[in-house]
């Protein structure tokens, strides 16, 4: 199962500033979440049509289900991570995502 984070910071932070709290805190600690099966940030350039998106940051991450995700968030490192991550986002919007033909197989 898939997650995507979208968020923009909040007015006094800088994406430089980000990309070294990414790559210093997030990355390596994304990963000891027992339910994070991978992990990967990206900044976000242009929408497919050019035009600037409200979003800086795109956080794309596979999980081992959602519930899981969702629990290890509010306890232990999960939590820590969140809290931290708290302090540099403005607005954010998470898509729970799943697989559409695996999906599709398990309802059929």
């Known amino acids: 199962m898939l ?11 800088e994406l430089d500033d980000y990309r070294r709290f990414s790559h210093e805190y997030i990355r ?7 339910s ?5 940030d990206w900044s976000v350039s242009r929408t ?7 979003w800086q940051v ?6 081992t289900d959602h519930d899981t995700f969702i629990a290890d ?11 931290r991550w708290a302090e540099w986002v403005e607005e954010f ?6 697989d559409l033909v695996t ?3 398990k309802e059929g």
């Open 3 to 13: 997650i995507i984070a979208l968020f923009r910071l909040k007015p006094d932070r």
């Open 28 to 34: 390596p600690n994304m990963i000891k979440i027992p």
């Open 36 to 40: 994070v099966v991978r992990f990967t």
């Open 48 to 54: 497919l049509d050019g035009q600037s998106s409200r």
């Open 58 to 63: 795109a956080e794309v991450f596979e999980v």
């Open 73 to 83: 968030n509010q306890r232990g490192i999960g939590l820590e991570i969140a809290e």
């Open 93 to 98: 919007e998470v898509l729970l995502c799943e």
């Open 103 to 105: 999906n599709e197989q």
